[in-house]
């Protein structure tokens, strides 16, 4: 998608911090971290929003991949928390579905 940042994330065009990649997705630190780690993961498909996303399997891959990039790749021992903002009510600003890992202290709720 021409207009999409996170696409030009996956395409290289616009640099990023990588974490984790692999032929589904691909993991990189948000540019505005709100907690001490802050990773966005992103299917390497654009699918606008979570709204958008009906394939079971897409869902299945993308929420193991989270599970394993923060206990494997992270190792957030203490625990981690997942946020996925749709839409403009839900603070969805980047319109290609992204999931955050937030980590690396006690989150207030
Ligand atoms: P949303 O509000 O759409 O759920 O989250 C989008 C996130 O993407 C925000 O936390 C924002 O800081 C992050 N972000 C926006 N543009 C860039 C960028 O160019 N690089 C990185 N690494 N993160 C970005
Ligand atoms: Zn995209």
Known sequence: ?????????????????????DDEVY?????????PTHVLVIPRQHVPTLSDARDEKLLGMLMNRVRMIADDVLKLEAGWRVVINVRAGGGQEVYHLHVHILGGKKLPF
């Not at 021409?2 to 696409?7: G, S």
């Not at 993991?27 to 907690?35: E, L, T």
């Open 1 to 21: 998608m021409e207009d999409c940042i996170f696409c030009k994330i996956l395409d290289g065009s616009i640099p990023s911090d990588k974490v984790y990649e």
């Open 27 to 35: 993991a990189f630190r948000d540019i505005h971290p709100k907690a």
